[in-house]
């Protein structure tokens, strides 16, 4: 991503760009406060920025039967 959409995204959060440069190193953690802004911001749901898919396999819970994956 450019710096200018950095630069944007932390201006709309009101966080520091080191700041977002922690949470990509790891360094520190996202607040919850800060996901949903974030992902409006991102034009994307709070699921995919953690990555948890919605979708369900088989319409059941749970790991995949070794066969289906």
Request: include cysteine; glycine fraction near 8%; charged fraction near 25%.
């Amino acid at each position: 991503m450019p710096i200018e959409s950095w630069c944007r995204i932390t201006e709309q959060l009101g966080i520091a760009q080191q700041t977002i440069t922690h949470y990509e190193s790891g360094v520190s953690r996202i607040t919850e406060e800060t996901f949903a802004p974030a992902a409006q911001i991102l034009d994307t749901s709070v699921e995919d920025l953690i990555g948890v898919s919605t979708k369900r396999r088989n319409g059941r819970r749970g790991p995949q039967p070794k066969i289906a994956q």
